[in-house]
């Protein structure tokens, strides 16, 4: 996180007062970060419940993706229970269907 900090914000920011709005993930949180921000000028503000205001990838992107992903494993779920109804019975999805799965998500 230091790091990602030192290389992607402190660049842009140069010692200018500047604020940051993070999620409330446990690294972002570290009071060396906070400090580093500081020493910096960069305010850090890490709102509670937020994140499709100040995350719009999760919600655009990576919500659509996951609930498609979902929906694939639970129909392949249901195929496998159409035909043996015995839970003990289920398998694994090959790698390559998971990748099909996979590529459909990216395509939609």
């Known amino acids: 996180m230091l790091r990602w900090f030192k290389a992607a914000i402190l660049p842009y920011t140069k010692g200018t007062r500047a604020l940051l709005v993070i999620d409330s993930f446990s690294a972002h ?30 919600i655009c992107l990576n919500k659509p993706f996951k ?16 035909d043996d109804s015995n839970p003990s019975k289920l398998t694994v999805p090959s790698k390559e269907l998971m990748c099909q799965w996979i ?5 939609y």
């Open 29 to 58: 949180e570290t009071d060396e970060f906070i400090a580093l921000a500081q020493s910096n000028n960069v305010d850090v503000i890490i709102p509670g419940g937020c994140t499709s205001k100040i995350q719009p990838l999760d």
């Open 67 to 82: 609930d498609l992903l979902r929906r694939k494993w639970l129909d392949y779920i249901d195929s496998l229970l159409e």
């Open 103 to 107: 590529k459909s998500g990216l395509d």
